[in-house]
């Protein structure tokens, strides 16, 4: 099956650590992207990422980092800066970047207390 | 920055009605595209529509693109209790390529 899977589905964390969120797409896309949504709000663009080995900040990337060392891989770090980290984040990837409907993962529910 | 605006923002319809939603964006746009969230879950891309086309269908849903008025519409026919869900619309700004994302209407479709 082809696809993005997002692991873990619900992340617990004390305030003040780091965590990291696995995204990963069998798709063969060249671009994918990171997204946060608050409740009863749309997407907002953390990173993304055109290409292997290249990745750029979105509107939100604050408290954020991001690696695209593999092209099926594309993880997420969530850093202790971030002020609001609890929130639902989707990946998503699409053929190449701009022009392209993009496929999302099922997502991940972070909770920091 | 948020660009396309759903309206409205809730609906609840019963089962076998037509539910329209509309969408409003400020910029040019290269395309504009519709998503489905059912709650909890990813997104699923429905239609996209380029900004040189007027009209697409996709089995039982219809939308339209205004370029000149800077709106776009998303029409589900003979509505199901399945297609209760929130849809948000997405443009694709010319130049820039991002996405941007409304904040979504969520449907309420009652068997």
């Known amino acids: 099956d082809g696809g993005i899977t997002q692991s873990p589905k619900y992340l617990f964390r004390k305030e003040g650590q780091n965590v990291t969120l696995s995204c990963e797409q069998n798709?063969?896309?060249?671009?994918m992207y990171w997204y946060r949504q608050d409740p009863g709000q749309g997407l907002r663009l953390i990173y993304y990422?055109?290409?292997?080995?290249?990745?750029q900040k979105g509107d939100i990337a604050e408290g954020y980092s991001v690696s695209r060392e593999k092209k099926e891989s594309f993880p997420l770090t969530v850093t202790s800066a971030q002020k609001n980290p609890t929130a639902f984040y989707l990946c998503?990837?699409?053929?190449?970047?701009?022009?392209?409907?993009?496929?999302f993962g099922p997502g991940t529910r972070l909770t920091v207390t | 920055s948020q660009q396309g605006e759903e309206d409205p923002q809730a609906l609840s319809i019963q089962e076998g009605e037509n539910a329209t939603m509309n969408c409003s964006y400020k910029?040019?746009?290269?395309?504009l595209q519709w998503y489905r969230q059912n709650s909890g879950r990813g997104l699923v891309h429905l239609i996209l529509i380029r900004s040189n086309e007027r009209e697409k269908h996709s089995g039982r849903l219809r939308v339209t693109l205004d370029t000149s008025k800077k709106s776009s519409s998303l029409l589900i026919t003979a509505s199901r209790a399945a297609d209760t869900a929130s849809y948000f619309c997405a443009t694709e700004e010319a130049g820039s390529y991002q996405l941007t994302f409304g904040k979504g209407t969520k449907l309420s479709v009652i068997p």
């Open positions: 910029t040019s746009i290269n395309n």
């Open positions: 798709l063969n896309h060249d671009a």
């Open positions: 990422s055109q290409i292997v080995n290249d990745f």
């Open positions: 998503a990837s699409s053929i190449s970047f701009g022009f392209y409907e993009q496929y």
